[in-house]
């Protein structure tokens, strides 16, 4: 697991290859990952923008940014979290990601908060190709 803590906002990453959505053969390699926030500080925040940095192992970058996460824009009152699953793919068996979310108090001030940096690199991915 990773995290990052930015203003008493955990952000926590647990990446997993996927392997029945990947095909190695042609270069085509799928992670989940799931990431939990969690409020530990005494206002409430709401998650409105996110922007990730993804990093195959050449050196490829894709760049995401938009609105909210899975389709909402979750509101967090103190010590609730938020959890949800996405994937990416890559053209490469390994790689990283980072980002970070922008958030809004409830009294209308924003600021960014940190996503860990996160490997998506396994051993079992050389295992299945071989």
């Given at each position: 697991?990773?995290?990052a803590?930015?203003?008493?906002?955990e952000?926590?990453?647990?990446?997993?290859?996927?392997?029945?959505?990947?095909?190695p053969?042609?270069?085509?390699?799928f992670?989940?990952y799931?990431?939990?926030?969690?409020?530990?500080?005494?206002?409430?925040v709401?998650?409105?923008?996110?922007?990730?940095?993804?990093?195959?192992?050449n050196?490829?970058?894709?760049e995401?940014?938009g609105?909210g996460?899975?389709?909402?824009?979750?509101?967090?009152?103190?010590?609730?979290?938020?959890?949800y699953?996405s994937g990416?793919?890559?053209?490469?068996?390994?790689?990283f990601?980072?980002?970070?979310?922008?958030?809004?108090?409830?009294?209308?001030?924003?600021?960014?908060?940190a996503?860990?940096a996160?490997?998506?690199?396994?051993s079992?991915?050389?295992r299945?190709?071989?």
């Amino acid at each position: 697991m990773y995290r990052a803590v930015t203003r008493q906002i955990e952000v926590t990453a647990k990446p997993r290859y996927v392997a029945e959505r990947s095909s190695p053969g042609n270069g085509y390699y799928f992670w989940a990952y799931t990431i939990d926030t969690r409020n530990g500080g005494p206002d409430i925040v709401q998650l409105k923008t996110r922007h990730w940095q993804i990093t195959d192992a050449n050196g490829r970058r894709q760049e995401v940014k938009g609105a909210g996460v899975v389709g909402e824009e979750p509101v967090l009152k103190p010590g609730e979290s938020y959890e949800y699953t996405s994937g990416v793919p890559l053209q490469t068996s390994s790689g990283f990601m980072h980002g970070s979310y922008g958030m809004v108090t409830d009294k209308g001030e924003q600021f960014d908060i940190a996503i860990p940096a996160f490997s998506l690199d396994t051993s079992d991915v050389e295992r299945i190709i071989n």
